[in-house]
């Protein structure tokens, strides 16, 4: 019989070939025209004073509009703030209602109304006057944001990133509304490498480029529903000295400077979902519908530098190049900076992390391992070993990396949750669950949401050690954490089936699959379980649905046998 399905986050570069979600064929392809549109209609421009910002509007009671937004666009509430919608209109932010849950989390609600007259009317090609300004519907659907692994590390079940949007109203002279595409890549965070912004809820990671000024704005599926607030972009701060010596003569500066490395960052809905009261909000779980190829270069924000013959510009310029598909240009420039200064760090582990990207893991373990060589200190460049050698299946050397990043920051949930995958998969159960319960106790010290990832995995590492009701209570808590979480519900129908309790798993079973129906190791496992049951014809239908999947998947093709054996054929 298969063994169970074991998912884990992996992140940095476990990336396939960029792909859409897949949806029922027949479906039609969402236009891209109305999801920028829609996105106009709820984004909201907003300025205060802190920075200006953007925000997107998630509910309306008659003339009272609810505004979700990044907190440090608000930054205070001792002054004005006021929006202007897409027509233009700019209104006050009623300060006696801006509401905040924790003060961990970079989220803010405010409120403004629109019962009187706008206090002004702003003109341009941005905004339009007969825009109305519409609520978004916000989307509690479980993205695939991870690679699913069996216990023999098969490939049979393939990450899809989907494509997804973030809008808002970057710091320009004449104001430009931008709404850009790009990846959704993984959401617990560990590409994040910054410390302090994993502890502000930051755990969805994508491609898409962004730009002062859009932070607060809203991250789109390609429904146009809102799955996220954008908040940051992911980076390195180097102190001057370092850089005084990087870039050499004629670099003046005498402050820490962030260098961008890495993706764009956003704080999940369901973060928000699980924050908020439970108000009446448009909200759907449904699978967004496929998305044709997209122009990933429509927008590209300006390179922070114009001198050339800084290593800097060829890492800024390399880190746009790749987010948008173009690897082998970005490589080229990361190869420019290099030849700059062969002890730029920065650059080994931005050429290293694109080689992972784009699956050349033993050529991403030597650039990252020759920045860990240059910087014994440098916590990203470990990662990005640990993360090649984990692709590699060289899960010794990969948990000697990982140990030696979490060495240099011991706060990163999600680096716990891959020394857990990788002590799993050494066969240590009882270290997995330590690791696991590490980065469970790590999430609720930071304030972040619990994580059904966590409690599934740790339930896994649990069913190896025969510790069945353990195994079976952290099932039922990372579904009850997230109902639409398909792992969790196909390793309880796994456990159901071990157990003999047949209705309860073929239940359990169908639910993941109505979550996730192009996952073939849910239904060879119901397969199995309709073959418990006598009900030879089914199995055969869910074994053709595996087949279908993965033709070459022994397990299904081993049962499909006995089954037809069964009917006499």
């Not at 910054?194 to 390609?222: A, C, F, W």
């Not at 109902?483 to 071990?498: D, K, R, V």
Request: proline share 5%; charged share 25%.
């Amino acid at each position: 019989m298969k063994k169970i399905n074991l998912t884990f986050l992996i992140a940095g570069f476990a990336v396939v070939s960029a792909a859409t979600l897949i949806s029922p064929a027949k479906a039609a392809a969402f236009n891209i025209n109305e999801i920028k549109q829609r996105a106009r209609e709820m984004t909201v421009l907003v300025e205060g004073q802190a920075a200006p910002g953007s925000g997107v509007i998630i509910r309306q009671e008659g003339s009272t509009y609810y505004v979700l937004t990044a907190y440090h666009v608000m930054a205070t509430t001792s002054e004005e703030a006021e929006v202007t919608t897409c027509d233009g209109s700019v209104y006050w932010i009623n300060k006696e209602k801006i509401k905040r849950w924790s003060e961990n989390i970079d989220l803010v609600l405010v409120q403004f109304s629109t019962e009187k007259p706008p206090i002004d009317t702003k003109k341009g090609k941005d905004f339009q006057p007969d825009c109305q300004p519409v609520a978004a519907t916000l989307s509690n659907y479980n993205y695939p944001l991870y690679k699913d692994r069996n216990q023999s590390l098969s490939d049979s079940s393939i990450a899809k990133e989907p494509y997804i949007f973030i809008a808002g109203w970057p710091l320009q002279e004449q104001k430009e509304f931008v709404f850009n595409p790009g990846i959704l890549y993984d959401n617990v965070g560990t590409s994040i490498s910054q410390p302090e912004i994993r502890k502000e809820g930051y755990e969805l990671v994508y491609t898409n480029l962004s730009h002062p000024g859009m932070s607060g704005g809203p991250i789109l599926d390609s429904n146009g529903r809102l799955i996220g607030i954008h908040g940051r972009a992911d980076g390195k701060e180097v102190s001057a000295e370092d850089l005084n010596e990087i870039v050499g003569q004629g670099w003046n500066e005498s402050e820490p400077v962030r260098v961008k490395i890495g993706f764009s960052l956003g704080i999940p809905i369901q973060t928000f979902l699980q924050l908020a009261p439970q108000e009446d909000y448009s909200l759907e779980s449904s699978a967004p519908k496929p998305i044709s190829a997209v122009d990933l270069d429509s927008w590209r924000p300006p390179v922070s530098l114009e001198d050339k013959n800084n290593p800097l510009y060829w890492l800024d310029k390399g880190n746009q190049l790749w987010r948008l598909g173009r690897e082998m240009e970005a490589l080229e420039d990361f190869d420019q900076a290099i030849e700059l200064n062969q002890k730029f760090y920065l650059a080994w582990f931005a050429k290293g992390f694109v080689l992972g990207f784009n699956g050349r893991y033993p050529e991403a373990d030597e650039a990252c391992n020759q920045a860990t060589k240059i910087d014994r200190n440098f916590y990203e460049a470990w990662r990005c070993r640990a993360e090649a050698l984990l692709e590699l299946k060289r899960f010794d050397t990969a948990l000697v990396a990982l140990n030696r990043a979490i060495e240099i920051a011991p706060d990163n949930p999600a680096d716990f949750t891959t020394q857990g995958e990788l002590r799993f998969f050494l066969g240590q159960y009882r270290g997995a669950i330590e690791s696991f319960n590490q980065g469970i106790e790590i999430r609720k010290n930071l304030g972040l949401p619990k994580s059904a990832l966590l409690y599934n995995n740790r339930g896994l590492a649990r069913l190896n050690l025969k510790q069945y009701e353990l195994a079976q209570t952290d099932f039922e808590r990372a579904i009850a954490i997230n109902p639409n979480y398909a792992p969790a519900w196909e390793n309880q129908g796994y456990l159901f089936l071990l157990s003999g309790q047949y209705p309860e798993s073929l239940a359990a079973l169908n639910r993941s699959l109505e979550l996730d129906p192009d996952n073939v190791n849910g239904w060879h496992n119901r397969g199995a379980t309709l073959y418990a049951l006598k009900r030879y014809e089914e199995a055969l239908d869910s074994f053709d649905q595996a087949l279908n999947l993965d033709p070459n998947y022994e397990p299904a093709i081993e049962y499909r046998n006995a089954v037809l054996e069964q009917l006499g054929n």
